[in-house]
């Protein structure tokens, strides 16, 4: 095997990731081996439809991996699916397909030095149901990882960071606390220092609109300005709390790497109407790089090839350049 491979977990069967993944290898030519977990039949069933090709090379894991895998084929991993239509609706009918990838994508990470992995997109309604917040925690608990990990929305103009993701706003304030912030803000600091040889500036925002006291209980007085405080102290480039409606303006963020937020779309709503989908997703705090596209499965584009696959391929690019 000439470099550590790509693993790529296929996820729902029923998206737009078939599309994304032949468009992809088309405009972008991976320096690294790529592994494709899922149902290879499924796959290449759904690209003939489109029209759209690419050569897929089914390999035996256990007999293949570290000597099968070829620098110039995409090299896939079949998890069998059973389906009735090549594009169906979304369902729970796929838990167990999606669960097998997942086990089989740990499997190889454990026994092997890969280069990453990559998710397609996965169904929080079906697949995770009430057990996790978002395939961050998900992994978090496949690996044991208790509280230190972080999502980061990664664009190399600006990156976001919630410090609470996939909640409903009724209980974001409950789930605010000073331990998570210092913790996220220093894995956020120690990717750019690993990644980009950089000591990120960092914003944060207040909870509350205008970062004003509305009560006796003020979450950017009693937990947020006194997590800024030790993380000064730390020596990390952390500045705020800002009102989250003015920190996106084009003047202030030009002065910063990273915006941490408090809850998902305070963060996330701004920095996907400034790029679009470019941006990836990158779990924080695993012991290997992680990587989704920035988008859902978007059942409603299936079948229509008119998908972007600019955030898949700004994954791969990441990967490589590591």
Do not use: W
Not at 104 to 118: H, Q, R
Not at 248 to 253: A, D, E, G, S, T
């Amino acid at each position: 095997m000439s470099s550590n491979p790509i693993i790529i977990v296929c996820g729902e069967p029923n998206s737009v990731f078939s599309e994304l993944l032949a468009k992809s290898f088309k405009k972008y030519k991976s320096k690294k081996p790529i592994i494709l977990i899922g149902c290879s039949d499924l796959i290449r069933l759904q690209l003939k439809k489109l029209k759209l090709t690419t050569y897929i090379y089914q390999i035996n894991p256990e007999k293949d991996l570290l000597d099968g895998i070829k620098l110039n084929r995409i090299n896939i991993i079949n998890i069998d699916y059973k389906f009735h239509k090549i594009f169906e609706p979304i369902s729970s009918k796929s838990n167990k397909y999606i669960s097998k990838s997942f086990q089989k994508a740990f499997s190889i990470i454990k026994k092997n030095k890969v280069s990453g992995l990559i998710n397609g997109p996965i169904s929080k309604k079906f697949f995770l149901k009430d057990r996790f917040p978002g395939i961050t925690e998900y992994l978090a608990k496949k690996f044991k990882i208790k509280d230190k990990y972080a999502m980061l929305i990664f664009d190399k103009n600006l990156s976001v960071c919630p410090i609470t993701t996939h909640l409903p706003l009724n209980k974001v304030s409950k789930k605010i606390n000073k331990k998570d912030i210092i913790q996220k803000s220093m894995l956020v600091n120690d990717f750019y220092k690993i990644n980009f040889s950089i000591k990120p500036k960092i914003a944060i925002t207040g909870l509350n609109p205008h970062c004003e006291n509305f009560s006796t209980t003020s979450e950017e007085k009693n937990i947020i300005e006194p997590a800024l405080k030790l993380l000064k102290k730390k020596k990390i480039e952390i500045y705020g709390p800002y009102p989250s409606d003015t920190i996106f303006l084009k003047q202030n963020i030009k002065k910063f790497d990273v915006i941490i937020g408090m809850y998902h779309d305070q963060v996330l709503t701004p920095i996907k109407a400034l790029y679009g989908f470019n941006a990836i997703n990158i779990t924080l705090g695993l012991s290997f790089l992680r990587i989704s596209p920035d988008h859902g499965p978007n059942y409603e584009m299936i079948g229509k090839n008119k998908s972007d696959p600019q955030s898949l391929i700004n994954a791969l690019k990441f990967l490589n350049k590591n």
